[in-house]
C-alpha cells in the first residue's frame, strides 16, 4: 500500500521525478500508444514504405476518415499509434516547420533536422507543470539527398532513426517478423510486402484493403505517395493475406 501510493504521489506531476528516477506520465504516455493500432515504417534501397492498421471496428465508418498516415512535406511521411488528436498537433508542427525552412532557405527540409523538431517540441511537455505529454508515436520516413531515412519519435521526446520498426499495439511481435525477414537491398515493392506480412503476422483474420492505408516516398522522384484502396488489395491477393471474404459476410 505504501509503495502505491508514494507512486500516485509521484505520477501527479510531469515535472517530478520519482526516487528511482521515473518520470510515470511519460511511462503511462507509452502505454497510450501501445493501446493504439499499430503502424509499420520499413526503409529500402528504393525508398521508404509506411502502412498503418485503421482499426475500423464498423461497417458504417468512413475508412477514408481515420487518419494514421499523414504528408508532412513532398518529401516526407509520417505514421502514427497511439492518440489521433495528440498526432494531429504534432503533425501540423512538422507541416509548419517544414514550411519555414523552405521559405528562410528555399531548401526542402531534412528528415533528420524535420524529426528533432518535432521530439524537441515533445520533450518541453515532459518539463512544464500544467501540461501533459503526447499520447502518440510517430515514423517519420522521407528522402535525404537521395537516401531513404526513417525515424521514431518517443513521447519522452527522444529520435531513434530505424531500418524497419513497429509502433503501437503487438509491436513486439511484428518487430519479431521484420527483424526475421528483413534485408537491406530489398526494393520498395519488397518493404511493402514485409511491411504487410508483419501486419498479418499478428492477425488471425488476414487483412482487408479498406482498413489498411499504405504510403511510399521513392528516391526516383522524393515525392510521398498514398496507394489507394485497389493497389493494396493487389499487394495482399499477391502476398496471399486478404482477408476470407466468407469471414465477414457471417
Known amino acids: 500500500m505504501q509503495g502505491q501510493s508514494q507512486q500516485q504521489a ?19 504516455a507509452r502505454e497510450a500508444v501501445k493501446r493504439g493500432s499499430a503502424s509499420i515504417g520499413v526503409r529500402t534501397a528504393d525508398g521508404v514504405v509506411l502502412v498503418a492498421d485503421k482499426r475500423i471496428r464498423s461497417p458504417l465508418l468512413v475508412g477514408e476518415s ?15 499509434a497511439g492518440h489521433v488528436a495528440d498526432a494531429r498537433q504534432l503533425i501540423d508542427y512538422a507541416r509548419r516547420y517544414s514550411q519555414v525552412n523552405q521559405l528562410r532557405y528555399d531548401e526542402p ?13 515533445i520533450q518541453q511537455y515532459t518539463q512544464v507543470g500544467g501540461a501533459r505529454p503526447f ?66 503476422s499478428v492477425s488471425d483474420e488476414g487483412l482487408d484493403a479498406e482498413g489498411l492505408g499504405v504510403a511510399t516516398i521513392d528516391t526516383e522522384t522524393e515525392r510521398y505517395q498514398v496507394l489507394d484502396e485497389t493497389e493494396v488489395e493487389s499487394y495482399l491477393e499477391e502476398y496471399d493475406l486478404l482477408a476470407d471474404e466468407t469471414d465477414d459476410e457471417e
Open 135 to 200: 499520447g502518440v508515436a510517430l515514423i517519420i520516413g522521407g528522402i535525404d539527398d537521395g537516401q531513404p531515412r526513417l525515424f521514431e519519435t518517443d513521447p519522452s521526446g527522444t529520435p531513434y532513426e530505424w531500418k524497419a520498426l513497429a509502433v503501437g499495439a503487438n509491436r513486439s511481435d511484428i518487430e519479431d517478423h521484420l527483424k526475421e525477414q528483413y534485408q537491406e537491398g530489398m526494393d520498395l515493392e519488397s518493404g511493402i510486402g514485409l511491411a504487410l506480412e508483419a501486419l498479418a
Open 109 to 121: 527540409i531534412g528528415v533528420e533536422t524535420l524529426t528533432k523538431a518535432v521530439t524537441d517540441n
Open 66 to 80: 481515420v487518419e494514421k498516415l499523414h504528408k508532412a512535406d513532398d518529401h516526407v511521411g509520417i505514421a502514427s
Open 10 to 28: 509521484y505520477d501527479r506531476g510531469i515535472t517530478i521525478f520519482s526516487p528511482d528516477g521515473r518520470l510515470y506520465q511519460v511511462e503511462y
